[in-house]
């Protein structure tokens, strides 16, 4: 389980889920999907081992039904005094508490509406009193109303999964951490079944990124990714097997209290029968870029470099193939403007999405990654198999992708990523060289049937020998699996 991925949303995580049924033809999977509002179009075609898609809207319009609020807000009002006041409370006390009140909130929420009675102003002044008790003295502008009944909203729309019916499964597989674990933990509570958390990006680690310029004051920020922080670590700790993408992330978890002796790391893989070495290059100097244009993948960076490259190389071209997901169109737009202001004009062009990544790699000599933050990226490891050299910052598992097959930069560092690029632009035998160790390297570590193999080896670990403790009643077939594939 997981939020705004597979199979609504395009990227690497759904990349990943796709490739993961698809890979186990054998295996069937019952796809929990946390989405916005349930009104999200399909971007995958699903492959007939998906038994069914459970579709979890996180932010839909209130129940139209009639609800017994006074019973809702008896249930749930006490259980959120005792939900802040855990998360307010240092992150290294009382997470065992913290465990507790989220699973007595799904068990109420078994019987009484959690929206109503959550939304409401008793707890409103459930978090304007927690507040007033834990920062009595701030230097910064107090606590406000408007803030009480923000965060509340938060916490209300991030527990709802907690209202679906549970998965009945032999295994819960939730593909990010975070909101996507709520409805494997529910899984846990009800019928015993073991989880399985795989982490490609470090979820906290994004959400602090997209938080410290968000919308919210700091007492919102503060309450909500204490409350995010903690329910990553109980992810972990209720985790039978952990799989971090990289290393990077498994130092991440280890700081959540993830342990060790339950981790397993596993690269992401692709198919390099279809990713073939390419034999040609384009004609003119050129960059590509291919990925999702949103703000973590830092294109104005990636635009700014590219001016120093222009201006050295004016015959040099920047090919950029992406989309917006919903709601960045905004940051398209401002790229598009930065590399109109530094007079690029036809030097650089936004191409938009295409179905075949191939042939954004076959674009140009260099591919370019300038993300502030990453996993294990896909486009990184499909270029490096078509034999293109890259330039990359150094985020997340960047550096154990390319070893010593492409050139790593520091991110937000447009003078570092042009000069890299001009090194490789101006230099063909490095090029080639680069690029033909960087298939090497894929052949060897990062292949999709030696991703799909691990995965299969820890299904058949957590599921063998273990007896069903599925409703008898219940019909889904025998050996499903939950892949917590978020939506």
């Known amino acids: 389980m997981g939020e705004g991925v597979y199979p609504h949303q395009l990227g690497g ?3 990943w889920c796709d490739q993961l049924v698809r890979g186990m033809p054998d295996h069937r999977f019952r796809i929990v999907a946390l989405v916005a509002t349930g009104q999200e179009p399909l971007m995958w075609q699903l492959p007939d081992n998906v038994a069914s898609l459970d579709v979890v809207p996180l932010w839909g319009p209130p129940s139209t039904a009639r609800v017994h609020r006074r019973s809702a807000r008896s249930s749930f009002v006490p259980l959120l005094r005792r939900l802040v006041d855990v998360v307010l409370s240092p992150p290294a006390e009382r997470q065992p508490e913290f465990a507790e009140v989220l699973q007595e909130i799904y068990q109420a929420a078994k019987h009484d509406d959690l929206r109503a009675g959550l939304d409401s102003e008793e707890g409103v002044r459930v978090i304007s009193d927690a507040w007033r008790d834990r920062w009595p003295d701030v230097e910064q502008p107090s606590p406000s109303l408007h803030d009480a009944v923000t965060v509340l909203r938060l916490l209300e729309h991030s527990l709802r999964p907690l209202s679906a019916s549970p998965v009945q499964a032999d295994l819960v597989h939730v593909a990010t951490n975070g909101l996507g674990a709520l409805p494997a933990l529910a899984a846990k509570w009800q019928y015993g079944t073991p989880m399985l958390v795989s982490e490609h990006g470090v979820a906290l ?6 938080n410290r310029n968000g919308p919210f004051r700091w007492p919102v920020r503060a309450l909500y990714s204490a409350y995010l922080r903690r329910l990553c670590a109980l992810g972990f700790a209720e985790a039978e097997m952990i799989v971090p993408g990289n290393l990077y992330n498994r130092r991440w ?8 002796t339950r981790a397993r790391t596993i690269y992401n893989g692709v198919d390099p029968a279809w990713f073939l070495a390419l034999a ?4 003119v100097p050129t960059i590509s870029w291919i990925g999702r244009i949103e703000p973590i993948k830092d294109l104005e960076t990636l635009v700014r470099a590219f001016a120093l490259v222009h201006r050295e190389m004016p015959e040099a ?4 193939f992406g989309w917006p997901p919903f709601g960045q169109e905004g940051y398209l737009a401002q790229c598009q403007e930065l590399a109109a202001e530094l007079g690029l004009g036809d030097a650089v062009t936004f191409e938009g999405r295409i179905e075949d990544s191939r042939k954004a790699y076959a674009a140009g000599q260099v591919v370019v990654l300038s993300s502030i933050s990453e996993g294990f990226p896909y486009t990184l490891i499909e270029a490096m198999a078509s034999g293109r050299p890259c330039v990359a910052t150094d985020v997340g598992g960047v550096t154990e992708a390319l070893g010593s097959t492409g050139l790593v930069v520091p991110p937000r560092r447009p003078d570092e990523v042009a000069q890299a690029c001009l090194t490789l632009l101006k230099d063909v035998d490095l090029r080639h060289r680069l690029g033909a160790h960087a298939r090497a390297r894929v052949l060897e570590l990062f292949t999709l049937e030696r991703s799909i193999g691990e995965y299969r080896e820890i299904y058949t670990e957590l599921t063998t020998g273990r007896s069903r403790s599925i409703d008898a009643s219940a019909q889904e077939p025998d050996g499903l699996l939950a892949l917590g594939a978020p939506g």
């Open 205 to 210: 680690r994004e959400h602090y990124l997209h």
């Open 13 to 15: 995580v759904s990349v």
């Open 253 to 260: 978890e280890a700081q959540l209290g993830a342990d060790a």
């Open 280 to 283: 040609d290059e384009p004609e």
């Open 317 to 320: 071209r920047l090919r950029l």
